[in-house]
């Protein structure tokens, strides 16, 4: 019990910022064949419980090669694209046709067994993808495999203020009602374009993007990815990868690609601080930046527990309140995870540095440092020429970095005064060039 509530404190942040938030959700066919397919479903069903609004893309190559092998057809394939000839366009339409209801029914089935039995979820689709051909390359034609032309931005937003899930399929509709094969990927990274969604969400068999070692690449940058494009070649978590990237560089905020094998992967990925998947993201995805009167409740979560082993000083939310200006913190997706202060001394020269704390998860990425040249580089902004710190726990830390051992009796009168001597802290000091 301890833990789930606990989880769901530290997921309420992000549950407020999902809020009425556009996500735009691929699955492919081999997710929807999977075993744990209707956690998925759950869960997609959870997320629009929440306000999420939801457009669900899905994918169908093993259910086509089904489809072909039961006709005796071969699939035929240029460049990584299925050409699609007449016959195999049959068993893409009832492919498609078979999945749409297969999908739309486990919804209703879930819809059910979840917490929001007796509301109405509405599921709809139509012709909302305009698609051309790809015509001819390197001498080979297409036929009816097509791209995305266009998307009905418009239609889709108006289910979406509905309160309506869109689902779309991996084919599209051309002006003189021909019928095109899209890859899945195409139409849920244009759709997230056009809708300049705040996320796109690509399911794939592995947890993310895995480096050379097999460890998980959690977050990228779109410029990053063309190197570990050349590394995967062909593989499908390379398409994913491109997709994502393509995706934040058509300005999506960010993309996701989460194993739907993983039972779970989903909702880890988007409520909690480390995920489970690989993000590509366009903005920093943590930043270091002053504190501001809204940072006052992050503030108090990550200095409790040191407050209470007494390795700081109690804040009340009163005193953060009214010097919340004394604070750099680092932000991560929303979250407060370190922070530092700078109280100036009255008529001196000095400094304190204060309240420097870093969430026990996030002790290894130099955090503590950045925030270190940010208070000494408000410090000489404020003519303060020496900084020091009172420290019960963490003497070696401020040594290694320039502090050297002092004393009350150094400290200006007004600072002094003000010493606590049942708590017997360490005095260091060091002088700002």
């Known amino acids: 019990m301890h833990d789930y509530v606990n989880w769901l404190r530290h997921a309420s942040p992000y549950i407020n910022a999902h809020r009425d938030r556009t996500f735009v959700v691929m699955l492919p066919g081999d997710g929807v064949e999977h075993a744990n397919f209707g956690n998925i479903v759950h869960d997609l069903v959870l997320l629009h419980s929440l306000g999420v609004r939801l457009v669900l893309v899905h994918g169908s190559r093993p259910q086509i090669e089904a489809r072909l092998a039961a006709r005796g057809l071969q699939p035929r394939f240029h460049h990584g694209l299925r050409v699609t000839d007449g016959p195999t366009l049959e068993c893409v339409v009832e492919a498609v046709g078979g999945l749409r209801l297969g999908i739309e029914a486990r919804l209703s089935m879930d819809m059910a067994a979840s917490p929001m039995q007796g509301a109405r979820l509405r599921v709809v689709g139509g012709n909302l993808v305009t698609a051309r051909p790809i015509g001819v390359v390197d001498g080979v034609d297409y036929q009816h495999t097509g791209e995305v032309r266009r998307i009905d931005r418009k239609g889709i937003e108006r289910l979406l203020d509905e309160r309506r899930i869109v689902l779309l399929s991996s084919v599209g509709y051309s002006p003189t009602g021909e019928i095109f094969n899209l890859a899945c990927e195409d139409v849920a990274q244009s759709t997230a374009i056009e809708l300049q969604a705040d996320k796109l969400i690509l399911f794939g068999a ?227 060039a």
Do not use: M
């Not at 995805?285 to 082993?309: K, M, W, Y």
């Not at 204060?354 to 996030?362: F, I, M, N, R």
């Not at 020429?385 to 009168?413: I, N």
């Open 206 to 432: 592995e947890r993310g993007v895995l480096d050379e070692a097999g460890q998980l690449v959690r977050e990228l940058r779109p410029q990053q990815v063309p190197a570990h494009l050349a590394r995967l070649g062909g593989d499908y978590q390379g398409e994913l990868l491109d997709a994502a990237a393509q995706a934040c560089r058509g300005g999506v905020r960010r993309s996701h690609i989460v194993s739907y094998g993983q039972d779970g992967a989903l909702l880890n990925e988007l409520f909690t601080r480390e995920g489970a998947g690989t993000l590509v993201a366009q903005e920093q995805f943590e930043q270091l930046r002053e504190a501001d009167i809204n940072d006052v409740g992050g503030l108090l979560e990550l200095i409790r527990p040191l407050e209470e082993q007494g390795i700081l000083v109690r804040r009340s939310r009163e005193v953060l309140e009214r010097e919340i200006g004394q604070f750099s913190i680092v932000e991560r997706e929303g979250l407060i995870i370190a922070c530092a202060a700078l109280y100036p001394v009255p008529d001196s020269d000095w400094g304190e540095l204060a309240c420097l704390a870093v969430h026990p998860e996030y002790r290894q990425g130099g955090r503590g440092d950045d925030l270190l040249a940010r208070i000494e580089q408000r410090a000489r902004a404020q003519g303060i020429k020496t900084l020091f710190v009172l420290t019960t726990r963490t003497a070696h830390w401020f040594q290694e970095r320039g502090f050297k051992p002092s004393s009350v009796e150094r400290l200006p009168a007004a600072r002094a005064s003000l010493y606590n001597f049942q708590r017997q802290s360490k005095v260091f000091e060091k002088p700002l």
